[in-house]
Structures are given as C-alpha cells and as structure tokens.
C-alpha cells in the first residue's frame, strides 16, 4: 500500500469554525489531489498540487484553500466552516501526471454542525 | 466537459453470479480510463485500468475493454464473491489535457450475499 495517511480521521466542527485536514505522504510522489465525496456525485476534485509550492483549483474549490511546503504535506484549510462542507475528504498521490494512476488516503469524515 | 456516466446501483447478487456494471464516457482525445473499488469504510485502490483504445484491463477476476467506438469501459466478472461487496468507481483521466485530475463518476454499490 502506497504511504498515505490523513489526519484527523474524523471531525466535527460548528459552522463558521476554520478546520485544517493533512496529508501526509512518504512515497516522494510529485503531484497530490484534494477530493470531496459525497452521495450522488462520486468524487469532485477540490484543489491538486504539482509540487512544492505549486497549486492549483479543482472543479469545487470555492469556500477551500491549500498550502504544500513539503513534498511530503499537502494541506486542506477551510477558513470559515458551512454545513455544505460536511463530506469525506481524500487525499490522492500520484508519481506522474501523465499516467493517471492515483493513490488515495483512508479519507477524513468531517460533519459542520 | 469530459464526464462519465456509471449505471446506477445498488446491484444486488447472489455468490457466483456473473457481473457487468456499464461505463460510459465522454472525452475529447484518448482518455485514460480505470475502475477503482472502494470497500466499506476505506479509500479508493485501483482495481484496474485501459490506456488505449482495445486495451483489456484485469485483475482479481475482473475484466473490462477499453471501446472506444462505443466510448465504453464495462467491468465484468464471471462469478462474484461476497468479498466484492464494494463501491465500484469508473474514472476517466484525459491525458490531451495538462493540469486535471481523475474524473469520476458516480459509483455503482455492488451487494453479493451467500
């Protein structure tokens, strides 16, 4: 299994409340994905990185920023909580772009009461 | 935009029936397309995946042919165990296009009982 972990695995928050999920990586890959699942829409990509420093928006980005210092962390923040953002959050890898295969985390559940 | 379309679940069989969950898809250019599985309270593996076109992907007794005439990727299995009791995820990534990730859809919940 490809070494990615998340943190916290479970979450529960009040609206209005900044939360910070993690993930965290120890195979050296490039390029690391944000995901939202949620019934009915399978999964839609939040924000990626390309490396250190380098991101970019996903389909569902509003209301969610990211920060990569590392190769190895690759941070989802969301600066001001809604019940809208209660979901399953999964972290992805991948060593190439071009190839396509990812690697996913276990997930964090966060609920925005 | 590109997007894929799974056939709706759940799927309910019986141990040793033959499976066929449909995958349809729409993308400019050569798509790459894969199936990932997710069993209950885990994230996504990669079950298997198609890079061109006639390609066949396989892999613990699933299969499924990259058609592209049919912009289809079909998973298939001769007979199901109640270990495949899972969400099963066709996903697209279009490799014409830089910066994007997987494209997902919807998942198909797939219940085998003894």
């Known amino acids: 299994d490809a070494g990615i972990t998340q943190s916290p695995r479970h979450k529960v928050t009040e609206t209005g409340t900044p939360v910070t999920l993690r993930c965290h990586q120890t195979?050296?890959?490039?390029?690391m994905y944000w995901y939202r699942q949620d019934p009915g829409h399978g999964l839609r990509l939040i924000h990626y990185?390309?490396?250190?420093?380098?991101?970019d928006k996903g389909e569902v980005s509003d209301g969610y920023s990211v920060s990569r210092s590392k190769t190895e962390d690759f941070l989802l923040t969301l600066e001001s909580a809604t019940s809208s953002q209660t979901s399953v959050y999964f972290c992805?890898?991948?060593?190439?772009?071009?190839?396509?295969?990812?690697?996913f985390g276990p997930g964090t559940r966060l609920t925005v009461l | 935009g590109d997007s894929v379309t799974q056939m709706e679940g759940p799927v309910t069989l019986s141990e040793e029936a033959c499976l066929t969950i449909?995958?349809?898809?729409?993308?400019?250019?050569?798509?790459?397309l894969f199936w990932y599985v997710q069993y209950p309270g885990e994230g996504l593996q990669l079950l298997l995946k198609?890079?061109?076109?006639?390609d066949k992907g396989s892999n613990k007794g699933f299969e499924a042919t990259y058609r592209k005439e049919t912009t289809s990727f079909h998973l298939e299995k001769g007979s199901v165990q109640v270990s495949d009791s899972a969400v099963y995820f066709c996903?697209?990534?279009?490799?014409?296009?830089?910066?994007?990730?997987?494209?997902f859809g919807k998942g198909t919940t797939l219940s085998v009982s003894s």
């Open positions: 992805a890898i991948s060593e190439s772009e071009l190839a396509g295969e990812q690697f």
């Open positions: 195979e050296n890959h490039r390029y």
């Open positions: 990185s390309y490396g250190v420093k380098d991101t």
């Open positions: 449909n995958c349809t898809y729409t993308a400019t250019g050569y798509p790459s």
């Open positions: 198609a890079t061109k076109a006639d």
């Open positions: 996903a697209l990534r279009n490799d014409n296009q830089a910066g994007t990730a997987l494209i």
